[in-house]
């Protein structure tokens, strides 16, 4: 009878009607977290006196936690809040601590409603930070001049203004997608396959627009009307995406938490720790080892044998309920779950290939210091802001998926047979050969840059004007957004194929990590690159005054990196099967035998 009424108030929810509001959630969310970490890099050199380098380190570390946490928040809200909760906290703290107790008590709606609110809180923090003086130190005239040192307690605004956006995006990002697509999922709807479709594309169409608009409108309305209305705007926005959001509740389907896969695969880590000192059965017998009833892999593969002891039974009496299900899922684990961790340990080699091209692009602090000091002038009375550069990394990226996908695809499967075209391997090494030129450009532009403003006279002025077009970084940054392109739709689509249905989830979530990993190793490698040049009283390679340092040298760094991890790639490649696409190994099905359950004895 429960059942019956959910099913009944289910059909009175969710649908078409209730996109309006995730959507424009999540993108008032990107317009807001986008638009203040673009240009965010002057902000901090210029009130809290930072470095270049320790600004871009900053800003790196804060990337991570954005998306490092977005796996916490999956995990939290797939097994505890539910994603309504968590996409409406992390957008309101990412507004105020007294919104808190908006959040109401369904789940997945509890994760987006906590995030939301926590980005609110966040930019709230940062916009006060602009308003009052003394949450920031007096600007200094000129880059090199001595000025007085921010104080502890105003580095401690500004960083928990960073933690609680970056908690926020935590819980909205891996969740608001996922909470849209549960509004869409009705049994018995012929129309549910084309909805959903539709849906996502709409909401990665909406994710773009978003990025455009950040990078542009709320950039230029910070060079061109300051700080203070450049930071109110995104809380404005932000505060409108939790109101939408929250004023849609009554509308929503409310799926339930449970449990969460990431939890699974550590319980299996543990389980196989635990019983380390288990020997094998002797005989290959399927009633070794725990699997559901409807499960098709009766005995687990051959390769990371460790990790087979997590599944295996060693007293029935003990590790089964009457039900057939683990007494404790700690100690023993189905072999579904054995199997779904082997699938994630054979896919870290090709997942660390991608660390470089993103570390790579998130090079975008420096590229505003070069583009600041140079022409951006289209029209005689209009100049692109220099954090507005980025939007041709977008533009590129939107058209070669678009181009790929409409025109390559079609004529690239009548030659190789594959229904995408390109393996996803292929497509990922296209992407990183292309950031490797992306970075060998970057480094011959900024050496022209470079010397043409010490010809000029500008060495010891670093926010001095070259002669020289800003429009000559176009190309780097259309090539970057074509690398990433390729490279990250390749592999996600290869870890897609590789992982079994059941860890659909875990594709988009190792990308994420990818980034929040190569976000700190950014991070990790600026502060040493600077370090390590800056040694014996020598200018550093990433001074604040550009002119005098040698950007150059670092982004042919990057390159000779960036070369060295397309080899690494293909190493990796041969790990693999040739030709393969990903295909996963979840197809043992051992033949059926009678056993008895023994106690299996603990080796020596």
């Not at 292309?434 to 480094?443: E, H, K, R, T, W």
């Not at 390729?486 to 980034?515: C, D, N, R, W």
């Amino acid at each position: 009878m429960d059942t019956e009424t959910q099913v009944e108030e289910n059909s009175r929810k969710g649908g078409l009607r209730t996109m309006p509001f995730i959507i424009v959630n999540e993108s008032f969310e990107r317009v807001a977290s986008y638009g203040l970490q673009t240009n965010m890099i002057i902000y901090l050199m210029k009130y809290y006196h930072m470095s270049a380098a320790t600004g871009t380190s900053i800003l790196g570390i804060w990337t991570a936690l954005s998306n490092g946490l977005a796996i916490v928040g999956a995990i939290i809200s797939d097994s505890y809040l539910g994603r309504f909760k968590a996409v409406a906290f992390g957008s309101i703290s990412t507004l105020i601590s007294t919104a808190v107790g908006i959040i109401v008590k369904e789940y997945w709606f509890r994760a987006v409603a906590f995030g939301s609110i926590s980005i609110l809180i966040g930019m709230i923090i940062l916009w006060l930070t602009a308003m009052i003086p003394q949450l920031k130190s007096l600007p200094c005239t000129h880059f090199q001049q001595v000025c007085n040192g921010t104080t502890a307690f105003q580095l401690a605004v500004l960083f928990s203004s960073f933690g609680f956006m970056s908690i926020g995006a935590g819980f909205v990002r891996p969740c608001s997608i996922i909470f849209g697509a549960d509004q869409l999922e009705k049994k018995g709807n012929s129309e549910n396959q084309r909805l959903v479709d539709s849906y996502f594309n709409w909401y990665y169409a909406s994710i773009g627009i978003s990025s455009i608009f950040a990078v542009t409108i709320i950039v230029y309305i910070q060079d061109h009307y300051g700080w203070q209305v450049g930071f109110g705007i995104p809380v404005i926005l932000m505060f409108l995406s939790v109101s939408l959001f929250l004023i849609g509740s009554p509308l929503y389907i409310k799926v339930k938490a449970k449990k969460s896969l990431l939890i699974g695969l550590l319980q299996t880590v543990v389980a196989a720790f635990r019983k380390r000192n288990i020997s094998f059965p002797l005989t290959a017998c399927d009633d070794y080892y725990h699997w559901p009833l409807e499960s098709e892999i009766l005995t687990p593969s051959n390769d990371y044998r460790c990790v087979n002891r997590a599944c295996m039974i060693q007293d029935p009496q003990r590790d089964l309920n009457p039900d057939g299900s683990a007494s404790n899922p700690w100690n023993l684990c189905s072999l579904e779950q054995v199997e779904s961790l082997k699938a994630l340990i054979r896919s870290l080699p090709m997942w660390s290939t991608g660390f470089m091209i993103f570390v790579a692009t998130n090079q975008f602090s420096f590229s505003v210091l070069q583009t600041k000091t140079m022409d951006r002038h289209v029209f005689p009375h209009f100049e692109i802001p220099a954090a507005s550069f980025s939007m041709f990394l977008i533009i590129a990226l939107t058209i070669w998926i678009t181009f790929y996908d409409r025109v390559l695809v079609p004529l690239l499967s009548k030659y190789t047979g594959r229904p995408r075209g390109l393996s996803p391997p292929t497509r990922m090494g296209i992407g990183l050969i292309v950031s490797c030129m992306s970075m060998a450009l970057s480094a011959i532009t900024e050496s022209i840059r470079r010397q043409r403003a010490i010809e000029e006279g500008h060495e010891n002025n670093p926010s001095a004007l070259v002669n020289m077009s800003a429009m000559w970084f176009v190309p780097q940054y259309a090539l970057l957004g074509v690398a990433e392109a390729a490279h990250a739709v390749g592999q996600i689509e290869f870890f897609y194929s590789l992982f079994p249905k059941s860890m659909s989830s875990i594709a988009s979530a190792m990308y994420t990590i990818g980034t929040a990993g190569s976000s700190l190793i950014g991070s990790i490698l600026v502060s040493g690159v600077d370090w390590l040049s800056s040694t014996g009283g020598k200018t550093s390679w990433l001074s604040s005054n550009i002119n005098r340092g040698h950007l150059d040298y670092y982004f042919w760094l990057l390159t000779f990196l960036s070369l060295l991890n397309f080899f690494y790639f293909l190493a990796v490649c041969r790990l693999y099967e040739p030709g393969n696409d990903g295909s996963s190994r979840f197809s043992q099905v051992a033949e059926e035998k009678q056993c008895d359950y023994r106690l299996l004895p603990e080796s020596s």
